[in-house]
T-cell receptor, first 113, second 109 residues
Framework: DGGITQSPKYLFRKEGQNVTLSCEQN?????MYWYRQDPGQGLRLIYY???????QKGDIAEGYSVSREKKESFPLTVTSAQKNPTAFYLC????????????FGPGTRLTVL | GQNIDQPTEMTATEGAIVQINCTYQ??????LFWYQQHAGEAPTFLSY??LDGLEEKGRFSSFLSRSKGYSYLLLKELQMKDSASYLC??????????WGAGTKLIIKP
């Protein structure tokens, strides 16, 4: 079955620690995205990548970093520079091109204590 | 700036019909998506409109008027499992998705 996996589902970290969220897809999609979702707000784009070894900042990239070394994988690191990291993080992928239906992973809920 | 407006919350009765509106002001338009998101879960695709008019898919229909910057999602024969948030998203001129905050739909028996 094709899909997107994110792990873990829940993650707890102490303030000041970096943490990496995993995102893997086997849909053969070129484009991948990271969003953050806070209560009562829409999805906000953190980073996106249209092709391997290339990625662009979204609206709220400060305090985050990504890599895209493989087509299937797009890990997100939440650094200690991110002032308010507690949130629900969603990874998505889509085919490249004009029709941009995005398929989402199950999400990771990060809580920084 | 770019803006998408949806009602924050709506309540409807099981078996009834509900219409969720979405208005948008974006830099360009290349289509509008509706997604359903149950609490704590990932959004799932419901519909895509790029031309004016109504698209029907089972109990769900989506309407678009590009001249008015307006769309709605119509849900018929409501079931308890339809309790969820409904997200409107517009594909702008750069083919980036701009998301609304979502409408939380509460279904009562």
């Amino acid at each position: 079955d094709g899909g997107i996996t994110q792990s873990p589902k829940y993650l707890f970290r102490k303030e000041g620690q970096n943490v990496t969220l995993s995102c893997e897809q086997n849909l053969n999609h070129d484009a991948m995205y990271w969003y953050r979702q806070d209560p009562g707000q829409g999805l906000r784009l953190i980073y996106y990548s249209q092709i391997v070894n290339d990625f662009q900042k979204g609206d709220i990239a400060e305090g985050y970093s990504v890599s895209r070394e493989k087509k299937e994988s797009f890990p997100l690191t939440v650094t200690s520079a991110q002032k308010n990291p507690t949130a629900f993080y969603l990874c998505a992928s889509s085919i490249a091109g004009e029709y941009n239906e995005q398929f989402f992973g199950p999400g990771t809920r990060l809580t920084v204590l | 700036g770019q803006n998408i407006d949806q009602p924050t919350e709506m309540t409807a009765t099981e078996g009834a019909i509900v219409q969720i509106n979405c208005t948008y002001q974006t830099s360009g338009f290349n289509g509008l998506f509706w997604y359903q998101q149950h609490a704590g879960e990932a959004p799932t695709f419901l519909s895509y409109n790029v031309l004016d008019g109504l698209e029907e898919k089972g109990r769900f229909s989506s309407f678009l008027s590009r001249s008015k910057g307006y769309s709605y999602l119509l849900l018929k024969e409501l079931q308890m499992k339809d309790s969820a948030s409904y997200l409107c998203a517009v594909l702008d001129s750069n083919y980036q998705l701009i998301w609304g905050a979502g409408t939380k739909l509460i279904i009562k028996p």
